[in-house]
């Protein structure tokens, strides 16, 4: 998984922090993604499940070191432990269900 390719990859497992939302009561909202639906990321945060809106937010995800040497992408930001790599995505490019959007063709001679 790169930075250019999450979106086209599944979510759970992966630490999502919602960084932007019209809903001013998930921002800052941070944990696991343990499911995901259509429109729906569900997060395992310290006070249990949240169901956040894909739409109209932005979120902040965290993937492994190895992701940041294959890009070069100006959304990706290092962290300072050097082991993870954070990754910002416009939620609306989320929208779909999660198994038809790892279908999508998006570049790659496989898909």
Known sequence: MTPETLVRHELAGLHVEVVASPNADVVGLAGRVVDE??????????????????????????IDCEARRASNSRDVTPRDDGETVRVVVDGDRLVARPARRTEQHGGSLWQ
């Not at 997060?43 to 965290?62: D, I, L, N, Y």
């Open 37 to 62: 639906t259509t429109n729906t990321l569900l997060v395992a945060t310290s006070e249990g499940v949240k169901q956040v809106p894909k739409a109209a937010a932005t979120f902040r995800f965290t």
